[in-house]
């Protein structure tokens, strides 16, 4: 069941690379320059007509929400709002029959996601699905339904649910701007290409756990920490902070790094960890002096950047792990890795049961 591995989580987080290829299978073409999505119902006409997308999920699928929403801005530039599901349903939405309500969900069976589907249907909103779990009430109930391939996820702690919804994200994303000409063939097909080219890269990245395993070990012996990033980061980053907190009970936060000092700065201290992303390359310098922020109080950072940036970073963070190079709007997809290497290490270091973390359920069936 868990081939080999110790864990599910540990399973489950090398399962990305065919998570990966499974969900893009059969969906871009044969020359790599288009996507094909037969599943939709949604016509082109109706696609067209789309004016504004409501993203609504629950805890991690809402932090793939949050990068799907810089993946339809970027692309297809129609304005994306994004909510907790248990909050959408109540303070009265502004939904109109051409706003699409994109609902994601691992298992298809989150309580609060499906009244928040409801209540879009009611409103008159089409809602599109993104689920792991054919025949789950959400895919039942959806109007359209993006299946991802991640297969079972057994986890409490998602990992391969979570970077599959990013796969799906990027190819409706590029379906969509290509069938309202928001995007060229050209570029459709070099994103294409680049997303190819994940699976390859984060076995390149579990190929170094080891090293990733020592940042966590000495992780684990803190009580409090921060994740900070800007843009794109900034989505990934609250990713980082839930899945350790999680499962190693370990409290932390995540911070848009130029907001840390209209306050939060004060709790940083004498070794405080924070783990910076930078993979944005035009927020890069920013980043280098909210990192230099934190180091003045004491901060001890990891610094996660994009391959190439090695020997000069050296110089403003205390550890760097890099990822290899990709296109700026497919990071997430490979610096997520990292972070759920840390947090199934942190807490396989303080001895807690990876898989089935106290209070938390796979499924959350009630609102
Ligand atoms: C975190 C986690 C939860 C779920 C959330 C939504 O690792 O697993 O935050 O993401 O309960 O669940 P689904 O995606 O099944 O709707």
């Known amino acids: 069941e868990k081939a080999g591995f110790d864990h599910f989580m540990l399973k489950e987080i090398h399962d990305q690379p065919k998570a990966y290829r499974d969900t893009m299978l059969g969906r871009i073409s044969d020359d790599g320059r288009s996507v094909d999505l037969p599943e939709l119902n949604i016509t082109p006409e109706q696609l067209k007509g789309i004016n504004r997308v409501h993203i609504v999920a629950c805890g991690t699928a809402l932090h793939a929400g949050l990068v799907g929403k810089s993946v339809i801005e970027s692309l297809v530039r129609i304005p994306v709002e994004t909510d907790v599901a248990s909050e959408y349903r109540y303070r009265s939405p502004i939904i109109t029959k ?80 290509r069938t309202i000409g928001a995007q060229d063939e050209a570029t459709v097909a070099h994103i294409l290409a680049a997303m190819q080219a994940l699976p390859e890269q984060v076995e390149r990245i579990l190929s ?37 907190k999680e499962i190693s009970y370990i409290h932390s936060e995540a911070y848009a790094a130029g907001e840390l000092k209209h306050g939060t700065l004060a709790l940083i201290e004498e070794g405080t960890p924070v783990i910076a992303l930078l993979t944005q390359e035009d927020l890069y310098e920013k980043m280098l002096s909210n990192i230099k922020e934190t180091k003045a109080r004491g901060a001890h950072v990891l610094g996660i950047m994009n391959e190439g940036h090695e020997e000069e970073i050296a110089k403003s ?50 609102e």
């Open 98 to 177: 051409d706003t699409l309500v994109i609902v994601v969900s691992q298992s298809g069976e989150t309580a609060d996601t499906l009244a928040a589907l409801r209540e879009a249907q009611r409103c008159g909103a089409r809602v599109l699905a993104i689920t792991n779990v054919v025949g789950s009430s959400v895919a039942r109930e959806a109007d359209d339904v993006i299946i991802t391939l991640a297969g079972p996820e057994i986890a409490v702690a998602s990992t391969k649910a979570y970077s599959s919804q990013l796969i799906a994200f990027y190819l409706f994303g590029l379906y969509w701007a």
């Open 317 to 366: 963070v205390d550890r760097q792990f890099a990822i290899p190079r990709t296109l700026p709007l497919l990071t997430p997809a490979l610096s997520v890795i990292p972070l759920q290497l840390i947090s199934y290490y942190a807490s396989l270091a303080l001895g807690h049961d990876v898989d089935k973390p106290r209070n938390l359920a796979k499924s959350v069936t009630v």
């Open 208 to 244: 170094q756990s080891d090293t990733i395993k020592e940042v966590a070990e000495s992780i684990s012996h803190h009580s409090s920490l921060f994740f900070i990033g800007r843009g794109i980061d900034y989505a990934v980053a609250m990713e980082g902070s839930l899945k350790l």
